[in-house]
């Protein structure tokens, strides 16, 4: 514990990244997820194809290889683009932009799935009343498409956010002092990597826990009136 107590300023400093990171990710994740939905329910079939192309591709490939190939190929693949183009100069890729980009488009075709899902769980008739009564499109998605959706995608949304949290320690492999990295690095200059491994997972295990009771009041929130009736 003494130990612990000595490295505390470590650990916060590396939950508060995780943190960042998570959220961070989380907006990211959820604008393609969103957009990806949109394209899977539209007209297009072009559109159509693209979204089955990304949540395919992306869904199908490990993690952490995504992760590693966006950090380490990215920034080559854009540098050179730059030199041949002469459009940009040199382009260095963070640890932090890398990771929460990454993790975000591998969510988003997740969250794609997720959103699609609960649009059509919607009843079609709701949305033709709507049309019927001369609502406008912005005021038909507010009104009744968005609460709606909300409710049927919060137990799938608050799963992905749980995974999507625990997916940040994966960035330690590139450098990124997260939880995760300086919980590592404290152990082994210490010699007890497995307290400051347990350390972390009490850590994690709060935030998870916290997210969930979060998640718990949002759905309730969502559920009035459902649930009365």
């Not at 959820?30 to 992306?58: D, P």
């Not at 850590?203 to 459902?226: E, K, M, P």
């Amino acid at each position: 514990m003494d130990l612990i107590l000595e490295y505390r300023s470590q650990l916060v400093t590396g939950t508060v990244m995780t943190i960042q990171l998570a959220l961070a990710s989380l907006v990211i994740a959820v604008a393609f997820g969103l957009l990806g939905a949109w394209a899977k329910l539209s007209g297009s079939r072009v559109a159509r194809r693209l979204a089955l192309g990304y949540t395919t591709i992306v869904r199908g490939i490990p993690d952490l290889v995504l992760i590693m190939l966006v950090f380490y190929g990215g920034q080559v693949t854009l540098n050179a683009i730059g030199d041949a183009t002469g459009l940009w100069g040199y382009i260095e890729i963070s640890q932090f932009v890398a990771g929460a980009g990454t993790i975000g488009v591998i969510f988003g075709a997740y969250f794609t799935e997720t959103f699609r899902g609960a649009i059509m769980a919607i009843p079609r008739g709701q949305i033709e009343a709507g049309i019927s009564c001369g609502m406008p499109r912005q005021l038909i998605f507010r009104h009744i498409i968005w609460p709606q959706m909300v409710r049927y995608a919060l137990p799938g949304f608050t799963n992905n956010w749980l995974v999507q949290l625990k997916t940040t320690a994966l960035v330690s492999v590139i450098g990124l002092q997260d939880l995760v990295y300086n919980a590592f690095t404290a152990g082994r200059s210490t010699g007890q990597l497995f307290t400051f491994m347990a350390a972390a997972f009490v850590i994690y295990l709060a935030l998870t826990g916290l997210s969930d009771i979060a998640f718990r009041a949002l759905n309730r929130h969502y559920s009035r009136g459902v649930e009365r009736a």
